[in-house]
């Protein structure tokens, strides 16, 4: 071990860090369980419509929610809509809204952010200040506009959430990209007459990367939250479509029951809500673990 | 002679993910009042964890783990020591900063970026001369110029007064808590900035009552240098500890530091530990020196008798790693690195890079042995054993 | 010090002034038909649709349109609310004083007991107090607000019966609305009013209704606060120049509370911006679900109506909003921070 590659041991010790830590433990648990669910979703609820398995099946119109039973393990929500179904498919959703917006927003986030920190001059000066009049407004309240201009739909908040978030990213490139581009392998790099783009490319941003990584991973949660939150007001997924949020939305006349026994509705807040509590813990915890392990500061002890 | 401070087997370990660091490996020295002791060795040879390990302030994950600090505060008696590791943490803080005190190698970290100089220095004197400072700040209280005999100016008195007495008294504690009520400390606090000034005056800084308003970032690296000594001097301390003091600075402010050492041993202080890298400055400033290989005492000398006869071959190698004015020949370099402390070499640590290692060097660590003449080495070339033909 | 305030005064009018182009940009992704029907209040009118494009120069150039919403703008005049049945400007000022009430009941919370919480965490590094408050951050974290609303309403409400949504009991709403006299709203904020009309009833019963959509917002949005504290603490504790006060004899409360926790405060001050963008997003959720009409509730139903004026003026309040925060910000950090001070 002592003898292997640098990089090799490095990384050893990376994943000895991450794994040291029990709450990366159960973050990758989770992941792994809602990943398996996700892949899994045709098998473990077979859909009704095959043309848009996203569409819950409904036995009924009834607005009553119905407790779990044989045929509806979790129950059924408002509208009959079967729990069960929702949260299989809904986990799909979930990575669906996640990925696309983490991976748009961090590809253009890392790119803008690289040649931002890397050329810095006018076009630094001027992504800046675009940036900055973009961090002036709160996600949520710029995504509403934004789906608002563009109409409702979960195609739409995922766009819009795409086209607010890059401006995380690219702060976060920048600042680890300024520190990186005065130092002495990347000046000794220059010297030789490598180019820019295999620069940036080979020795740049592997060192750039882990605030990225951890940005990205906490990224999921947040973004699941806030579109979940979107589809819950009505700007998101159609009522019917499983999503987490669309179906806490179904269960919101029903947080409190009858008097004789106000808890009764439980289920059809307590399963999705669950659920999109989970998601969001498992890649927060992750995103801890990376941050503790990466952290120079806590590093080498 | 008579010591001041004396450590036996001093052991310093460090617990890291890559294992055990075994930072100090029984350390023993004694600095003998009245004297500059000299630390010398490489970079990493254990020299800051040692003097670090004797004021207890080794940060995490490190643990002291063996050995004795005795520190004898009598001169005269020399029966009475106090062992520092046996102690609490509330009698070191005591006795940090008012009796041994600590300069650092970095004057740009070594100051609170957001204090004003002038706090920073009066912090020493409100940490350990609070009663001496209250009792004169009650003597221009009860003068007839003095604040009028309003009640709350009573009041002030009588805190004063207590605190004179007792710095620990209760009510004085209480009060020194409660927003408003502990502006009585106002004239103490004003006491202790006027001997900050003082100090820093003392120290050669022009201007100090100018001086004592500014932040470090406005000071050069000298003059935070200086100022870290005079917060270190603030209470006269009988041991001041060097720790690479003026390893970063330019060579002429660096003269300028060493200077002010060695007249302050005259005057204010009894003994300097000083720990450097750089045998010029211990040939200059020292009048004992110790030298360290991988968190070993290989040899301790008076100056003019190391200089003139190494006997470790680790001294002899680095002597003749110093450059000179009537250079002849190549300068010599220590073949191979420092060991990795995790998983240190057996036997003599310096065996894998020592010319006239043997056989025994390999297998066991030598004892220390006194050569006379106060000069002691640990190596096998001058043990019996060894000498019983034990051949390279 | 005051070259520094103005240049950033100067740089964050050019910001707002970005967030205004921005905004006209989003609606001027709109047709022409659709913008003008903002200008539409009865049924009647909607045959006059071309003729209001034409009035008011709904299909001129980009840059004619923007100078004259700007000057509009300038003058309070943003729109028509449909949620509100009345003017933006107008129905702005009845719903803002709600949120405000919540946030300035709020942010000493989260910001105390995060610097609090995330000094011991921090000092006692490695502790179970450390893990127990990591734990609960990383909870908070993850709990979409309006989800743990909805559980906090579930539980408090539906089964206790100990807290309800609104913003004031039935009855007291009703006294008010039937003795008007009796009542002037001079802040718009209940507790503060309550108190000055004489009424602690009033008062009393709106703090009431502020328990549950506090403790919401302040679980969430606590942890970023502390989170940054914490770290700060670590970093801080790590310094040279804690060894040097160890050195002159200083006791680890003096090291923790005197030097390393001011130093500490300065990293959580920059993440001030994003807790009051956090604050936003979360009045939204507790908004809606605890069924406060303030300005998150406001938006969220102006943006299921499709309202645009309505989030064109919470927008641009966001950002006015923004700007102010980080000139106090800059200021905060330079009366702190001597380094900026004097440069």
């Known amino acids: 071990m002592a003898n292997a590659h640098p990089r090799l041991r490095e990384l050893t010790y990376t994943l000895y860090r991450i794994f040291r830590n029990p709450s990366a433990i159960i973050g990758f648990t989770l992941l792994l369980f809602f990943v398996g669910v996700a892949v899994l979703a045709p098998v473990l609820a077979p859909p009704k419509y095959a043309h848009n398995p996203y569409q819950m099946p409904h036995k009924g119109f009834s607005p009553t929610p119905k407790a779990p039973n044989e045929k509806a393990i979790f129950g059924t929500t408002s509208g009959q809509y079967d729990i069960y179904y929702g949260v299989v498919w809904g986990t799909r959703t979930a990575f669906k809204i996640g990925l696309f917006v983490v991976i748009i927003s961090g590809f253009v986030g890392v790119g803008l952010g690289a040649i931002s920190g890397y050329y810095g001059g006018w076009i630094d000066e001027f992504l800046m200040r675009v940036t900055d009049i973009m961090w002036a407004i709160p996600t949520l309240v710029l995504a509403m506009a934004i789906v608002v201009a563009f109409g409702r739909g979960l195609d739409k908040v995922m766009i819009a959430l795409a086209l607010i978030q890059w401006r995380w990213y690219v702060r976060v490139t920048r600042s680890e990209i300024l520190t990186l581009r005065d130092q002495e392998f990347v000046q000794a790099a220059r010297i030789m007459g490598v180019s820019d783009l295999k620069i940036i490319l080979r020795h740049i941003l592997p060192n750039a990367i882990y605030p990225v990584l951890i940005m990205a991973s906490m990224d999921m949660g947040s973004m699941v939250i806030t579109a979940s939150f979107m589809s819950f007001v009505g700007l998101g997924s159609p009522k019917g479509y499983a999503d987490w949020g669309q179906m806490v939305a179904l269960a919101r006349n029903y947080i409190v029951g009858p008097p004789d026994d106000p808890l009764r509705f439980w289920y059809t807040i307590a399963i999705p809500g669950a659920c999109i509590i989970l998601f969001v813990l498992a890649w927060n915890l992750i995103g801890d673990a990376l941050r503790d392990a990466f952290d120079p500061k806590l590093r080498r002890r | ?392 | 010090m005051h070259t520094f305030i103005l240049r950033r005064f100067f740089f964050l009018t050019f910001v707002l002034f970005g967030v205004s182009v921005l905004l006209f940009g989003i609606l001027m992704t709109f047709s022409p038909e659709r913008r003008a029907a903002a200008y539409v209040t009865t049924p009647q009118q909607a045959k006059d649709i071309p003729r209001i494009i034409k009035q008011f120069g709904l299909d001129d150039p980009f840059y004619i349109q923007y100078v004259r919403w700007i000057k509009e703008v300038s003058r309070g005049n943003l729109g028509w609310s449909l949620v509100a049945a009345r003017p933006v400007g107008e129905a702005f000022w009845r719903y803002f004083p709600i949120t405000l009430e919540m946030n300035l009941y709020a942010a000493p919370i989260v910001i105390f007991l995060g610097i609090w919480l995330g000094s011991i965490s921090g000092i006692h590094r490695d502790s179970w107090i450390d893990h127990s408050t990591r734990i609960f951050a990383i909870i908070g974290w993850s709990l979409p607000t309006f989800l743990f609303a909805l559980v906090l309403l579930m539980v408090f409400y539906g089964y206790f019966h100990l807290f309800s949504p609104g913003v004031l009991s039935d009855e007291l709403a009703m006294s008010i609305i039937n003795h008007p006299e009796q009542y002037t709203a001079y802040t718009g904020m209940l507790t503060i009013d309550g108190l000055l009309n004489g009424r602690p009833d009033i008062a009393l019963n709106a703090l009431h209704h502020l328990v549950l959509p506090i403790t919401t917002y302040v679980i969430v949005v606590v942890a970023l606060n502390m989170r940054v504290m914490r770290s700060g603490i670590i970093e801080e504790l790590s310094k040279d120049y804690v060894l040097t006060a160890r050195a002159k004899g200083a006791d680890r409360r003096t090291i923790h509370y005197k030097h390393a926790r001011r130093n500490a405060l300065l990293p959580v001050i920059t993440v001030a911006g994003q807790l009051v963008a956090m604050s936003m997003e979360g009045s939204i959720a507790v908004e809606v679900v605890y069924n406060r009409q303030g300005i998150g509730w406001w938006l969220a139903e102006s943006a299921t109506q499709l309202d645009m004026p309505v989030l064109m003026c919470i927008c641009l309040f966001m950002g006015l909003v923004f700007v102010v925060t980080n000139l106090t910000i800059d200021i905060l950090y330079a009366t702190i921070d001597p380094r900026i001070r004097l440069n």
Not at chain 2, 36 to 44: C, I
Not at chain 2, 131 to 146: I, S
Not at chain 2, 251 to 256: F, H, K
Not at chain 2, 269 to 276: E, G, P, Y
């Open chain 2, 1 to 392: 002679m008579t010591a001041l401070l004396q450590t036996e087997n001093l052991v310093t370990n460090f617990y890291t993910y890559e294992g055990v660091v075994r930072a100090l490996n029984g350390i023993s020295l004694v600095v003998d009042y009245g004297s500059t002791f000299g630390l010398v060795g490489e970079s990493g040879c254990g020299k800051s964890v040692a003097v670090r390990s004797m004021m207890r302030i080794i940060q995490e994950p490190g643990r002291v783990e063996g050995g004795k600090v005795v520190v004898f505060f009598d001169p005269d008696n020399q029966q009475r020591g106090v062992d520092l590791l046996q102690q609490s943490e509330a009698y070191l803080e005591h006795l940090r900063g008012d009796q041994i005190s600590m300069i650092f190698q970095e004057p740009n970290a070594a100051l609170n970026p957001i204090m004003s100089i002038g706090d920073q220095v009066a912090e020493s004197f409100l940490f350990h001369k609070r009663k001496e400072m209250c009792a004169r700040v009650l003597e221009a209280l009860r003068r007839p110029d003095g604040p009028s005999a309003s009640p709350l100016g009573a009041f002030q008195r009588h805190l004063y007064a207590r605190a004179a007495r007792n710095p620990r008294d209760l009510l004085v504690t209480l009060t020194t808590k409660i927003p408003l009520l502990k502006h009585w400390q106002r004239r103490l606090k004003k006491e202790a900035l006027r001997r900050s000034i003082e100090i820093i005056g003392k120290l050669g800084i022009p201007n100090p009552d100018k001086v004592v308003k500014l932040y470090p970032h406005n000071l050069s690296g000298g003059m935070k240098q200086r100022i870290v000594i005079a917060i270190a001097l603030a209470c006269s301390p009988l041991l001041l500890i060097a720790d690479e003091a003026t390893s970063n600075l330019d060579v002429t402010i660096q003269a300028q530091i060493l200077d002010l050492l060695r007249s302050l041993k005259q005057t204010e202080i009894a003994s300097i530990l000083l720990i450097t890298h750089d045998l010029g400055v211990v040939a200059e400033t020292c009048d004992r020196v110790g030298v360290m290989y991988a968190g070993n005492l290989c040899e301790v000398a008076d100056v003019g008798d190391l200089f003139h006869d190494p006997r470790h071959p680790y001294t002899r190698a680095l002597l003749a790693a110093v450059p000179r004015f009537h250079q002849e020949g190549p300068l010599l370099s220590i073949e191979g690195a420092v060991p990795n402390l995790v998983d240190p070499p057996a036997g003599c640590r310096f065996h894998p890079r020592c010319p006239e290692a043997r056989d025994i060097c390999r297998r066991q660590f030598p004892e220390t042995v006194d050569m006379g003449g106060d000069h002691t080495v640990a190596c096998y070339l001058y043990t019996d054993q060894a000498r019983a033909g034990d051949a390279p």
